[in-house]
């Protein structure tokens, strides 16, 4: 069974452009969650996504925005980048009804 | 909310012996789970252990395990036998199940020497 993927795995972009990353979770798996992580800081919530709706979201501006499709797949967007969201982008995934979460082994994202 | 305390940046080891990391945690939650994962080089988080906070008994899984304490809100990972392998950054996690998400501690990095 294939576990949570990710991708790009590495993304460079130049800042003011937008990133898109996206997330596959493990199949019948219906939540998603994405988590950053940049250097030296530890891991953040950003958004957790559940049956295709946004249920909660981390203390981070409007400009990380995500959404969940029907076949419980995910995408980050990530507009008008700064330098200080260069991190590493973690999603994981969680079966309805299960408390454990499985995470993928995330995207890096450069901004220069 | 949740918050987890882990009050060990780093922590050494030797081959073969044992150690115990540190965790403590506050949730508004009545139901809700602990969890340790390990985040080696390469960066992927993998689980290690978890615990129901409505079962006394602490989880085992090999060589690691945990002692939950849970009036004291505390949650430690005793790793024995250890290897160069669990040389990582250990996170405690918790998650309430009314709350959704996973609340991460700020890690301990491992070290283990031969």
């Known amino acids: 069974e294939a576990g949570v993927t990710q991708s790009p795995t590495h993304l460079i972009k130049t800042r003011g452009q937008q990133a898109t990353l996206r997330c596959s979770p493990i199949?019948?798996?219906?939540?998603v969650y994405w988590y950053q992580q940049a250097l030296g800081l530890g891991l953040q919530f950003l958004l957790w996504?559940?049956?295709?709706?946004?249920?909660n979201r981390g203390n981070f501006p409007p400009r990380f925005s995500g959404r969940q499709f029907p076949n419980y797949s995910s995408e980050l967007n990530v507009n008008a980048l700064e330098l200080e969201d260069s991190a590493l982008y973690l999603c994981?995934?969680?079966?309805?009804?299960?408390?454990?979460?499985?995470f993928g082994e995330g995207s890096w994202l450069t901004v220069v | 909310a949740q918050t987890v305390t882990q009050s060990q940046p780093e922590m050494s080891v030797q081959e073969a012996e044992t150690v115990t990391l540190s965790c403590t945690y506050d949730?508004?939650?009545?139901?809700?789970?602990l969890f340790w994962y390990k985040q080696p080089p390469s960066r992927q988080m993998i689980l290690v252990i978890r615990?129901?906070?409505?079962?006394?008994q602490n989880a085992t899984e090999n060589r690691f395990s945990v002692n939950f304490q849970k009036a004291a809100k505390s949650f430690s990972l005793k790793i024995s036998d250890s290897q160069l392998g669990d040389a990582a950054m250990y996170f405690c996690?918790?998650?309430?199940?009314?709350?959704?998400?996973?609340?991460f501690g700020q890690g301990t990095i491992l070290t283990v020497h031969p």
């Open positions: 994981a995934s969680r079966s309805r009804g299960r408390n454990t979460i499985y």
């Open positions: 199949s019948g798996h219906t939540s």
């Open positions: 996504y559940d049956e295709g709706e946004e249920r």
């Open positions: 949730t508004s939650e009545s139901d809700y789970y």
């Open positions: 615990q129901e906070a409505y079962k006394q």
């Open positions: 996690a918790c998650r309430g199940t009314s709350y959704g998400k996973l609340t």
